[in-house]
């Protein structure tokens, strides 16, 4: 029953509104999700099987900026973006804090001449400064907290070359706000001998979406947790601000589309400067 949620640590009660029940099953996260091991050897073999599709583009949008390097990405995992923008010439190094993504990118042509440094982007440090760093596919959502998405604003602020460039593209929260209840289930993938179904709850109160991504087929069930921080372009702004950077640009994608109410997503950049009038 959907008011009466079959939690037994959040049973319903005369003192215990529906409205506190879905309260209290709201704030419950995945259980056991660890977002240092979310993407482990499992994860990382299945990554490069279906890629967005926006490679080509996001690499264009990097080259420009980068204007020479060199090139910092946080999260670099298998390398989809870093490789080739690699390829083009630019020095690109990288964070990284899961040992089976880096083992991927490894593997790859030119993945050994990259540069990996393992560790926490909210605060690992790495030798040098950059003309661009970048944190693409929404991996800024990664960290669970304000506090850890502030800290590592101030680690890549820490890490700019005078007239360094912070790029970020992350979804917009906005999907979050048309949910029913706050929770969804999109049907992935229906084939006729598997079903992957995305299954999401979001809490208002944190702008934590807790998620798992379910395929069922003859195998048996594979489970696909993963948790995020949703954040709006504003508060990414004051994030930016905290660290001591400013917004340069902010588009809708890699081609400089122009960003509005309407736009899912964002591509925004930060450097230490006022932008120039
Ligand atoms: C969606 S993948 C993006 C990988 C790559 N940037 C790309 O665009 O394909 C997210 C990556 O972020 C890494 N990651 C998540 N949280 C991290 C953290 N706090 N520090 C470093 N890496 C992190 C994961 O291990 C994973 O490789």
Redesign the pocket.
Known sequence: MRDQPGNPDVAASPGNSVATVRSSVRQCRVRNFD??T??GAD??SR?DDTL?GDEPE?VACLNELARGGPVL??????????LPLAATGLRVDG????DA?VARLRAKPGGAEIAVTM????D?SVLGNYRLIY?????LL??LTQD?QVR?FENVASHLTDGGLFLVEAATPDSMYALREDQYVDAEVVATDAVTLDVGRYDRATQVLDECHMTMSADGIRFGPIVTRYVWPSEMDLMARIAGLRLHSRWAGWQHEPFDSRSVRHVSVYGRSPPSP
């Open positions: 977002p240092k979310s993407f994860a990382a990554y967005r996001t990405e946080l999260a670099i995992g298998t390398g989809r973006i870093g964070i990284e804090q899961s993504m560790g926490d982007m909210a690992v944190l693409v596919y929404n991996t990664n960290l850890d590592c």
